[in-house]
Antibody
Framework: QLQLQESGPGLVKPSETLSLTCTVS??????????WGWIRQPPGKGLEWIGS???????YYNPSLKSRVTISVDTSKNQFSLKLSSVTAADTAVYYC??????????WGQGTLVTVSS | QSVLTQPPSASGTPGQRVTISCSGS????????VNWYQQLPGTAPKLLIY???QRPSGVPDRFSGSKSGTSASLAISGLQSEDEADYYC????????????FGGGTKLTVL
């Protein structure tokens, strides 16, 4: 059964770069037809798609975040990663990683809370 | 401000049928399929409906989806207390090189 697990610092200082990794188990990140993505949810608010990546490296980013986001993939480790630069308090959220088929996030990680604060 | 528009809240009594609407535009719902997610309190969202009206394995047939033009709907029949959750619609948006857009979410209360 496919599982996704987010990992990374739970606290990031303003203006710094948020870095998270998603480890995939129970399946290969190199599977065709699937994209791997990041979604976030600020406390008490709705979902926001950050972006996604194919195992070959092709990416799609949310235009509102594109200038600050980088998503990369490491097929040797079965992992993909998120970097969000120049963070502010508005980037405080639960960050989820997910496997995307067509436009649907079929499998989700449990999520990790990242707080931006000095 | 979400790209897709949902009512912030909905409610119903056990056994009742409730619907949640999702309105978009020609660049998203009008030209792509709609997916629905259920988020129970304190948990990660779960895919409930994909490709407008398809249920993943394990999702009860009480849940159904439909799409017409630039709008979509999620219907829940035989409402149960465990259906109390937040529901989100989502779709691919063809603008600006393409990306996924979500609705703002609808909190469903079972009275």
């Amino acid at each position: 059964q496919l599982q996704l697990q987010e990992s990374g610092p739970g606290l990031v200082k303003p203006s710094e770069t948020l870095s998270l990794t998603c480890t995939v188990s129970g399946g290969s990140i190199s599977s065709s037809s699937y994209y791997w993505g990041w979604i976030r949810q600020p406390p008490g608010k709705g979902l926001e798609w950050i972006g996604s990546i194919y195992y070959s490296g092709s990416t799609y980013y949310n235009p509102s975040l594109k200038s600050r986001v980088t998503i990369s993939v490491d097929t040797s480790k079965n992992q993909f990663s998120l970097k969000l630069s120049s963070v502010t308090a508005a980037d405080t959220a639960v960050y989820y990683c997910a496997r995307r088929y067509l436009a649907a996030a079929v499998n989700w990680g449990q999520g990790t809370l990242v707080t931006v604060s000095s | 401000q979400s790209v897709l528009t949902q009512p912030p809240s909905a409610s119903g009594t056990p056994g009742q049928r409730v619907t949640i609407s999702c309105s978009g535009s020609s660049s998203n719902i009008g030209s792509n399929t709609v997916n629905w997610y259920q988020q129970l309190p304190g948990t990660a969202p779960k895919l409930l409906i994909y490709s407008n009206n398809q249920r993943p394995s394990g999702v009860p047939d009480r849940f159904s989806g439909s799409k017409s033009g630039t709008s979509a709907s999620l219907a829940i029949s035989g409402l149960q207390s465990e259906d109390e959750a937040d529901y989100y619609c989502a779709a691919w948006d063809d603008s600006l090189n393409g990306h996924v857009v979500f609705g703002g979410g609808t909190k469903l209360t079972v009275l």
